[in-house]
């Protein structure tokens, strides 16, 4: 049976992770606020500018350009966001579950990778890892987004990449997020989308020379509305494994103290039987 200092001290120990765990369920809730209306008011933006993209590219007949080509040779890139801290549930791990299931060979695989868990979680396992970007996940802006279109948008263009794909968090609400992949590079569903109705544009220069400056900009675009949906997801996450946290320390404590009270009654109880047996061996 544990001293009565032994539970005091922990009582004081499961207290004081209380404390903390609350304080960052307050910081993730106040945070997650704004990430949100950040990833609601970017969705539809996104959304427009991919059906502009895809009317554009139906427009321009036989347009040619290096995003748009399909490659032989090369390998699969994927593009995994995943967080720099813990403390968020499962939201890194299912990440990475949700990467597992895309992937093919690992000899046939390259890693573009952003957020610390992922540099960790796959430098673990001895894959391929091109470039690693950390610092910024539960804050990206749109230069973090450049900069990592940017890179595997080169990959593509020098052959390096056969295809790129990106493995993000979309955020649902507050208590729902789902692990997606989209495919980056090269554009294959622009001409699918394309042929259905569409608006009319008059193109000033050409609709090829348009689509050429519309594509990056597009590709920045979807990188950078992934980096706000997962965001969103990661301080969702944490918030809901902050609050559990929170909740599992006070039961705990509850716990504890209605041990501490026994242990205490059973001290008393065993002192009073010795006082009154020392008194009846005394008579």
């Given at each position: 049976?544990?001293s ?17 765990t ?11 606020r704004?990430?949100?209306?950040k ?12 059906q ?32 720099d ?5 499962a939201?890194?791990s ?22 610390q ?5 796959y ?6 890892i ?19 279109a ?33 495919q ?6 622009l ?61 705990l404590?509850?716990?504890m103290n ?18 009154v ?7």
């Amino acid at each position: 049976m544990a001293s009565l200092q032994d539970i005091r001290r922990r009582i004081k120990s499961v207290t004081s992770i209380q404390q903390i765990t609350s304080a960052m369920n307050m910081v993730a809730t106040s945070r997650l606020r704004r990430a949100k209306e950040k990833a609601v008011k970017n969705r539809p933006y996104a959304d427009k500018v991919r059906q502009v993209v895809s009317d554009v590219a139906a427009g321009a007949a036989d347009f040619s350009n290096p995003l748009l080509e399909v490659h032989d040779t090369g390998k699969d890139i994927f593009l995994i966001v995943a967080a720099d801290k813990g403390l968020a549930g499962a939201y890194s791990s299912n990440v990475f579950k949700e990467a597992a299931r895309q992937m093919g060979e690992k000899s046939n695989t390259r890693l573009v990778l952003s957020g610390q868990k992922g540099v960790e979680h796959y430098h673990a396992r001895d894959f391929d890892i091109a470039s690693t970007y950390t610092g910024f996940s539960d804050k990206p802006t749109y230069e973090h987004a450049k900069k990592l279109a940017q890179d595997v948008t080169q990959r593509f263009i020098s052959g390096e990449a056969k295809s790129v794909r990106m493995v993000y968090t979309k955020f649902i609400s507050a208590l729902t997020c789902t692990p997606e992949t989209i495919q980056l590079l090269p554009f294959e569903t622009l001409s699918a989308e394309s042929n259905g109705p569409r608006d009319e544009y008059i193109f000033e220069p050409s609709a090829a020379e348009v689509l050429g400056f519309l594509l990056p900009m597009y590709l920045e675009t979807t990188v950078y509305a992934a980096l706000l949906q997962s965001a969103a997801s990661e301080l969702s996450s944490r918030m809901n494994a902050m609050s559990s946290a929170t909740d599992n320390a006070e039961e705990l404590i509850a716990d504890m103290n209605l041990y501490y009270n026994k242990v205490r009654q059973a001290n008393i109880t065993r002192e009073i039987t010795e006082i009154v047996g020392g008194a009846e061996a005394l008579k």
